[in-house]
């Protein structure tokens, strides 16, 4: 089947360069059936809010047929719609409806590893030792006297080992959850199996790709050990063969009509390296996880910020800038917390004390700095709400696997992953007619979508304004920007014409800069001076 995907006739190819992305993590977007968890049908109802909030494109966390072991990544089927959230046909429906509506679909591509219940690794797994199937992926004999040892030292990035031993004494290697078998991409058939998602996925009109683990797909075939490094040049990262194969698909991208894009995930320390996936044969764009990361610091930012677009202008691509997504701490919380404001995967800082009105505040001003920043800025699901990490789930209730397979040292993904509040004043606060997969607390009663919409000064009114703005103010989008000198804890630019975006992270007031006029601010204004945690859009001379 083929599904259009045309927008509008008079709509810029490039549209990808500046475009403002809503990432939906469907589990926990909107129940359409009322059994407690998202579906396609909460999405599709729910099209018009994501319209009138001003986005572009909505970025779709894995909707395939999956077991859950980690919230759909680990897939058993790419070429169907995981029967919890609807079927292929609701999903093509969503799409023409988004694409009437002005919103490109983007949809995540999982090509480092698959479920354990896959065809193709239940095959491997009878197929026995040294046949095709196993090929697919990664089984070795293990090392020591009985082959009761790993084959290599590499360990899961969901902790313990990357290997797991099956019933004939071979192992297979899965870097995330053992339920998750990682692909063997010197497999031609990995290649074109994948090939043919793709074209299954474009012809049904979806508008690009967010690939997951994009820089793991290549391992070293010898697979050494690392000997305990985290960092640095590892076997199974940002290997030299990886890049072919996106060369590959960027040819079946380039072949559809419509500017059909991939997005790219990958943290990778290196700004040299990152740039590479981002050459004109290669992504078109990137998650810039350094700034999602980065403490609410001035230096810091700037130095972020300026490392960002140099890195990208080698290779002629646009900057991303991204706030919070479904596996960080949401930034209400991190910005809120005493010392360091960051995010690090090993660290998550659980159960720090959290300044909310603080965090609110500074979620505010960090909006308006990255929808002012040039290139794409994404937003994740709750965050226009000011949603904030939920860190009281009951351990029982938990289901990410990080939270087992660290022995609940570290308590996952969960926190950020809560169903979105909607309406109402109690739980499930109009998520759908029943319950909700994880529980939500009840403070979420002042920021639901319904009782936001209503109050100008909301979290909901300052992105609907902003995003609104974004789109219509020439200097916006993808372009140039200019530093504006300024006080040490302040970061400000200008962007031609007439704009400057001032955010102050200092602990006084400071004052404006000339202006003709204020565009919009984060926050109240003392008469001409920004406030602390505040950032204004200026129109300048």
């Given amino acids: 089947m083929s599904v259009t995907n045309e927008i509008s006739p008079d709509t810029p190819t490039a549209w990808w360069r500046d475009a403002a992305i809503y990432q939906v993590y469907i589990r926990s977007f909107a129940d359409g059936n009322g059994d407690g968890i998202g579906d396609l049908a909460g999405v599709r109802a729910h099209l018009p809010y994501l319209a009138d909030l001003g986005i572009d494109a909505i970025w779709f966390c894995p909707w395939y047929p999956s077991p859950m072991d980690d919230g759909g990544y680990d897939v058993s089927d790419f070429r169907d719609i995981e029967p919890t959230f609807g079927t292929l046909a609701e999903a093509e429906l969503l799409i023409a409806e988004a694409h009437e509506l002005g919103i490109r679909i983007i949809i995540d591509i999982v090509p480092n590893h698959a479920s354990d219940e896959h065809p193709w690794f239940k095959a491997a797994l009878a197929a026995g030792p040294g046949s095709p199937e196993r090929e697919r992926f990664w089984f070795r004999p293990g090392r020591g006297e009985n082959g009761e040892l790993p084959p290599n030292d590499w360990q899961s990035r969901f902790g313990g080992p990357a290997w797991t031993r099956v019933a004939d004494g071979e192992w297979f290697l899965h870097l995330y959850s053992s339920r998750q078998p990682d692909f063997n991409w010197t497999s031609p058939e990995v290649h074109a199996e994948f090939i043919d998602i793709l074209k299954f996925w474009f012809d049904r009109g979806i508008d690009g790709f967010r690939i997951d683990v994009a820089d793991?797909?290549?391992?070293?075939?010898?697979?050494?050990?690392?000997?305990?490094?985290?960092?640095?040049?590892?076997?199974?990262?940002?290997?030299?063969?990886?890049?072919?194969?996106?060369?590959?698909?960027?040819?079946?991208?380039?072949?559809?009509?419509?500017?059909?894009?991939f997005v790219g995930e990958m943290w990778l320390p290196d700004p040299i390296r990152f740039a590479r996936y981002l050459r004109p044969d290669e992504m078109h764009s990137a998650f810039n996880f350094d700034f999602l990361s980065c403490p609410w610091e001035a230096k810091r930012l700037r130095e972020v910020i300026q490392s960002s677009m140099d890195s990208h202008s080698l290779v002629g691509a646009p900057p991303t800038w991204v706030l919070s997504n479904h596996d960080v701490t949401r930034h209400v919380t991190r910005y809120g917390r005493s010392g360091d404001t960051g995010f690090e995967f090993a660290d998550r800082r659980h159960g720090t004390p959290v300044d909310r009105d603080l965090g609110t505040r500074r979620a505010r001003a960090a909006a308006l700095l990255t929808m002012a920043l040039p290139g794409g800025v994404y937003v994740y699901q709750g965050e226009e709400l000011g949603l904030w990490e939920i860190e009281d789930i009951p351990d029982e209730l938990r289901q990410d696997p990080v939270f087992e397979r660290t022995k609940h040292a570290d308590p996952g993904r969960d926190g950020c992953r809560v169903p979105i509040p909607w309406g109402g004043t109690k739980p499930p606060f109009s998520f759908g007619t029943g319950g909700t997969w994880l529980p939500q607390p009840q403070d979420w009663a002042a920021y639901t979508a319904e009782a936001e919409a209503a109050d100008p000064d909301s979290m909901l009114s300052l992105y609907r304004k902003a995003l609104h703005i974004r789109r219509d103010e020439p200097a916006l989008g993808d372009g140039e920007m200019s530093w504006v000198v300024s006080l040490a804890d302040v970061v400000a630019f200008s962007r031609d014409p007439g704009f400057t975006c001032m955010v102050n992270l200092s602990a006084e007031p400071v004052p404006l800069p000339r202006h003709e006029s204020i565009i919009l601010a984060s926050g109240p204004l003392q008469g001409d001076h920004l406030p602390p945690d505040t950032a204004v859009w200026l129109r300048t001379f």
């Fill in 216 to 261: 793991g797909l290549i391992k070293d075939p010898a697979l050494p050990d690392v000997n305990g490094l985290t960092v640095g040049p590892l076997p199974f990262s940002d290997m030299d063969g990886v890049h072919e194969v996106y060369r590959a698909w960027r040819k079946i991208s380039d072949s559809y009509p419509g500017e059909r894009i």
